[in-house]
């Protein structure tokens, strides 16, 4: 599967049409037609269904332009550092979650931005499995994630900030008159919980390894959405303090797990990786705000 035969594969999904993709690439029909019966005889599978109008994507296809993308991506992403090496310029591909600690890569950001122009910062918000598959594929150079990280996986440096856990409800909450949250509290509560696998784990070593005797009506990736649920009423979200306004005219408060639970925070990279200039230069700004030899 060449690189060049991907670019015209996604040129044609994106257009819907043969011609039409043909003329943005600047070939004849008859030659696109021929390289996309050939990619899918090459992977012995059908890509598109062709209609008198316009052409639309199979399910195998719909699967092929997603990791097309990511492809295509990172041989940019590679092309662009090799070419820049020899100066502090480029990108560098950042992913975390929702968490205090992207204060601390925001202040680092714009440091590395300040002393070097050419430099680029790209942010991807997810959560740790969402990060992880793209640690692992290469389209990101770090990770912001809860520790404890795969150490066999990824080289890491624990961040000084750590979320406290708590649970996010309407002020009108009869909750909302107490200090803490314990586990009988939650007891038949409509609970809102992440889908993070890790973070499923933790909240259910608090609640002592019976999470799915809870409540669960809802789950979430990114809590702001979640939020809306809770100010609609739908439930009670267990989450990360400070990351949902609960002061002024919120309609929302936050009280904080008891015993309390901590997430720890860590930034990671694949073991064993190449970084380009600019990569190497945050990591050197990570360190050095950081105080690490």
């Known amino acids: 599967m060449e690189i060049r035969v991907l670019r015209y594969f996604l040129a044609v999904a994106q257009e819907e049409s043969i011609s039409a993709a043909a003329q943005l690439l600047h ?21 598109f269904i062709r209609g008198n109008r316009k052409i639309s994507l199979t399910e195998e296809g719909v699967y092929l332009v997603n990791r097309a993308k990511e492809i295509l991506s990172l041989v940019d992403k590679t092309t662009l550092n090799l070419k820049e090496a020899e100066v502090v310029s480029g990108d560098i591909y950042i992913g975390g979650g929702e968490s205090k600690a992207m204060r ?15 430099v680029r910062i790209h942010l991807y918000s997810g959560n740790a499995d969402e990060l992880a598959e793209k ?12 520790d404890p990280s ?19 409800m309407q002020d009108s909450s009869s909750l909302a008159k107490k200090d803490v949250i314990v586990s009988s509290d939650l007891k038949g509560l ?25 409540n669960i009506v809802a789950t979430y990736n990114l809590l702001y959405n979640a939020s809306l649920l809770v100010s609609e009423g739908v439930g009670y ?15 929302l408060c936050f009280r904080p797990l008891e015993p309390s639970l901590e997430a720890k925070l860590t930034i990671v990279w694949k073991k064993n990786q190449i970084h380009s200039n600019a990569a190497k230069k945050f990591l050197e700004s990570v360190r050095s705000n950081l105080k690490i030899e």
Request: hydrophobic letters at 40%; a negative charge.
């Open 135 to 146: 640690l692992d594929n290469g389209l990101l150079d770090f990770g912001i994630v809860i």
């Open 104 to 118: 601390l890569i925001a202040k680092i950001s714009k440091e590395i931005m300040d002393e070097y122009p050419e």
């Open 27 to 47: 070939l004849s029909q008859p030659t696109l037609s021929r390289q996309l019966k050939e990619l899918e005889e090459e992977l012995g599978i059908i890509l």
């Open 150 to 168: 795969d150490k066999q996986k990824y080289d890491a440096i624990r961040l000084p900030d750590r979320d406290i856990w708590g649970l996010l």
């Open 237 to 251: 979200a267990l989450c990360l303090y400070g990351l949902i306004n609960t002061t002024g005219e919120s309609d």
């Open 190 to 214: 409509p609970l809102i919980v992440s889908r993070q696998t890790h973070v499923a784990n933790e909240l259910s070593n608090w609640l002592g390894n019976n999470l799915e005797q809870y």
